[in-house]
């Protein structure tokens, strides 16, 4: 997937709130929801329940975060 089509989802979802699994290795994930608080050139945010985490929209195209609506 393209970085630039990741980048306008990621703005498409701004006001919603959102399902979030990363993934992180060895059959390890962590699931989380929120909402994306700010969106940056190379990063973007995300207001979650477990506090605020910094994620790139690498991480969405080699699917090591995988984000949907509710």
Not at 29 to 46: M, V
């Amino acid at each position: 997937m393209n970085i630039n089509l990741i980048k306008k989802k990621i703005i498409n979802y701004k006001d919603n709130k959102l399902k979030i699994k990363v993934n992180l290795g060895r059959n390890k994930s962590e699931y989380l929801e929120g909402q994306i608080d700010k969106i940056y050139n190379n990063i973007f945010t995300i207001n979650t329940n477990k506090g605020i985490r910094c994620f790139s929209y690498a991480d969405v195209a080699t699917k090591v975060v995988i984000i949907n609506r509710f």
